[in-house]
């Protein structure tokens, strides 16, 4: 099943209410999970960091990283993106190509990415809206993260970005759209359910800790 | 005039159909549906890309707003990212959402394009958290439903939408789990 980590909702900058997108991603196949800056009951909540210096990222990161379930970072900037994916408490690093004429994905970032865990994030949207040449570079952007994955081995992540009902798309949707990119079948799955679920699962780990490393023993 | 002579069942060139439902603030008709798939396939995989899809739109009930593709069958998800990839028509967000593939028409037709529930319209005026709505339309339970609120109106003439989208469950007052706690 794709589970889509960054959908947002009417509580954040999207038109549709959490229960209709629930409805509708349940329709398609498509675990939903909001990334609205808020805690929903019954939904994995989660947030997308905005941040323009690395002082301000790394506070935001402080401020929040208990309260959600998840945790992404929008970049772009070659700082925010270079910061984001060596701090283990940011989830995905997404769209780093975003303003950018090359990925935003270089060889420092790819290591730290596969180091720290940190997947890095594509985004549908991007390559849905675009048009001309603007798309032609997304296209390309796309192609050079998943090259430099497949070199480091850090987790490539897709999410759909949707900001209303018409930008959902279903796993098989979502599928076709990843291999115009050059993705593999198995490549593709992987960045929509399993990076995703992995995401999640990490944060439910994490919380069961009492400190850094020490949990209560299960069974 | 002569007609070409139908080639052998072995040498015909096989085909996938792609039943697809158009989701969109409007009504669509059948030329707009088919030009955006033409140019999403031709700006997405060019002249010799489509060429080698077949890739054509056989039909399109404008009542129902769903349709289907035709195109070869080693093309499929092809076709499925070009319609994808259709973001807007005349400036309206749409989705052309496919609902399956089949290899004759005939199942296409009973697997996927029979029995639809059909959109019930309405001009009445609800209340969600506190704001003024008009409800313009209900299907399946899914409600379209077009703010009075100046600063959301403005939200969606930006995501080049009409309506927000709402439950019918949440507009009678049931409170879904997930919306019960936040305002908009």
């Not at chain 1, 985004?123 to 993260?145: C, K, T």
């Not at chain 1, 796993?171 to 115009?180: D, I, P, T, V, Y």
């Not at chain 1, 990490?202 to 490393?213: H, I, N, P």
């Not at chain 2, 600063?151 to 009678?172: A, N, P, Q, S, T």
């Amino acid at each position: 099943m794709f589970t889509d980590l960054h959908v947002h909702s009417l509580h954040s900058s999207g038109a549709d209410t959490p229960a209709f997108l629930r409805r509708l991603a349940r329709s398609l196949g498509v675990e939903l999970c909001l990334c609205d800056g808020v805690v929903h009951e019954g939904i994995a909540s989660g947030m997308e960091v905005h941040a323009t210096t690395k002082r301000e990222l790394l506070s935001e990161l402080r401020r929040n990283w208990r309260r959600f379930d998840y945790l992404l970072v929008h970049g772009g900037n070659m700082e925010i993106n270079r910061c984001a994916v060596r701090d283990s408490r940011v989830d995905a690093l997404l769209h780093p190509y975003a303003g950018r004429r090359d990925c935003g994905v270089d060889t420092v970032v790819a290591r730290a990415a596969a180091e720290s865990g940190v997947a890095v994030g594509v985004e549908l949207e991007d390559l849905i809206l675009a048009r001309g040449m603007e798309r032609v570079r997304v296209l390309a952007h796309f192609r050079e993260i998943l090259r430099l994955s497949r070199k480091y081995g850090f987790r490539v992540l897709a999410t759909s970005g949707a900001r209303c009902r018409y930008s959902l798309r279903s796993l098989r949707e979502a599928e076709a759209l990843l291999a115009c990119c050059g993705f593999e079948r198995e490549e593709a799955l992987r960045a929509l359910t399993q990076v995703p679920r992995e995401i999640l699962e990490r944060k439910v780990r994490l919380r069961r800790e009492l400190s850094r490393g020490v949990r209560f023993a299960e069974g | 005039m002569l007609r070409a002579k139908p080639l052998p069942a072995s040498l015909r060139p096989r085909k996938r159909y792609i039943a697809f439902r158009a989701e969109s603030d409007r009504r669509l008709t059948k030329r707009e549906v088919g030009s955006a798939i033409a140019a999403s396939a031709l700006s997405l995989f060019g002249e010799t890309g489509v060429s080698e899809m077949n890739l054509r739109l056989l039909e399109f009930r404008e009542d129902e707003q769903r349709g289907f593709v035709v195109c070869a069958h080693t093309q499929v998800l092809r076709a499925v990212a070009a319609m994808s990839a259709v973001s807007e028509i005349a400036g309206e967000r749409v989705h052309l959402r496919p609902l399956g593939v089949s290899g004759t028409v005939r199942a296409l037709r009973r697997k996927f394009l029979s029995g639809e529930a059909a959109l019930i319209s309405s001009e009445k005026r609800v209340k969600l958290e506190g704001k003024d709505f008009i409800l313009r339309g209900t299907i399946s339970g899914l409600c379209y439903a077009e703010p009075v609120d100046e600063v959301l109106r403005e939200r969606l003439r930006i995501l080049k939408l009409r309506f927000v989208g709402v439950l019918d469950k949440e507009l009678r007052g049931e409170e879904d789990a997930a919306d019960a706690k936040h305002g908009l």
